[in-house]
């Protein structure tokens, strides 16, 4: 699997929009770009995906540059329950190999 | 709701003592992987199943086994524990295309994690 590159920590307020970013450098045309996060104390979960397009769901909005050697995860609205590790995750999703490789992954800290 | 379980949360052993760490599913998902998690660290893949069929990572230590009796339950067991063993293990399912189940609002290709089970080895 290809390997991303992330900040160790960030901050920001409560309320207001946090960019996470993350750079791949080495990315493959087949690769999608995952984000999954970890909750204090709780095992990791699914936040978004995407291959090429920006993406938008309920949690999160994951913007992908043109040459995709790099994406954001955006949060619109951060709350102190979105304080967690992020990882940005390249991965080939071949058939029968599922595999996710963890980064370090960026300490998100949310300010009250 | 359909969720991954992992008991217990907690499980203290001691030195070379074998132990067994239990995940289920409702999720009816026809992966299921087992991470290892140690303190500050991001979770590393020790093997998952994909259906029956058993996947060893390389660097994953002998001492460390897996057993799936059904698609529900997956187990991990480890033999004869060392200190360094002492982690938080992670269970995890996904399910490939073709075997998702039907009316399912979960996501295909996407992993869904248990809680954990603490390890701590005396």
């Known amino acids: 699997d290809a390997k991303t590159t992330q900040p160790n920590s960030m901050e920001s307020n409560e309320e207001e929009p946090v960019h996470l970013p993350c750079n791949h450098s080495?990315?493959?045309?087949?690769?999608?770009i995952h984000w999954y996060r970890q909750l204090p104390s709780q095992g990791p979960e699914y936040v978004i995906h995407?291959?090429?397009s920006n993406v938008n769901n309920r949690m999160a909005s994951l913007a992908i540059a043109e040459d995709r050697k790099s994406s954001t995860l955006i949060l619109h609205r951060a709350t102190l329950r979105d304080a967690a590790v992020y990882y940005c995750i390249l991965r080939e999703t071949n058939f029968g190999n599922e595999k996710l490789t963890f980064g370090t992954g960026t300490r998100l800290t949310i300010i009250p | 709701d359909a969720m991954v379980i992992q008991n217990p949360r907690y499980q203290v052993t001691q030195f070379g003592k074998p132990v067994t760490l239990s995940c289920s599913q409702t999720?009816?998902?026809?992966?299921m992987y087992w991470y290892q998690q140690k303190s500050s660290q991001a979770p590393k893949l020790l093997f998952h199943?994909?259906?029956?069929?058993?996947?060893n990572e390389a660097d994953t230590p002998d001492n460390f086994q897996s057993r799936r009796p059904n698609t529900s339950f997956c187990f991990l067991d480890i033999r004869s524990p060392g200190l360094g063993d002492a982690a938080m293990y992670l269970c995890?399912?996904?399910?490939?295309?073709?075997?998702?189940?039907?009316?399912?609002?979960?996501?295909?290709?996407?992993?869904?994690f248990g809680p954990g089970t603490r390890l701590t080895v005396l």
């Open positions: 199943y994909y259906d029956k069929d058993f996947n």
């Open positions: 995890a399912t996904s399910s490939t295309l073709g075997h998702q189940p039907s009316g399912s609002p979960h996501t295909l290709d996407t992993q869904y």
């Open positions: 999720l009816n998902h026809n992966v």
């Open positions: 995407g291959l090429t």
């Open positions: 080495t990315i493959s045309g087949t690769d999608y």
